[in-house]
């Protein structure tokens, strides 16, 4: 649970900069989110004890690149 909750601050985060910087977006409620694919990185901090793969990997990042148009591209970071 709190590696999901890291990875959306962390994406609310960088999607915060990259909107600044002025993608197209598609109109409120629609998805994809904006018109044209986007790549934004993120760093991913986790337990090897806690984590079964990597975050690059899970169905849940496909899911969302897939639903929003946003290429989320993890740096991974081991602790312990």
Not at 28 to 47: D, M, N, Q, R, W
């Amino acid at each position: 649970m709190k590696r999901v909750l890291l990875v959306l601050l962390a994406t609310m985060v960088v999607a915060g900069t990259v909107f600044a910087a002025g993608p197209t977006l598609n109109p409120p409620g629609t998805y994809p989110i904006v018109t044209s694919p986007i790549e934004v990185s993120a760093v991913a901090v986790y337990l090897t004890i806690e984590s079964s793969g990597k975050l690059q990997e899970s169905p849940l990042t496909k899911y969302l690149e897939d639903k929003t148009g946003i290429h989320i591209k993890f740096r991974d970071i081991l602790e312990g």
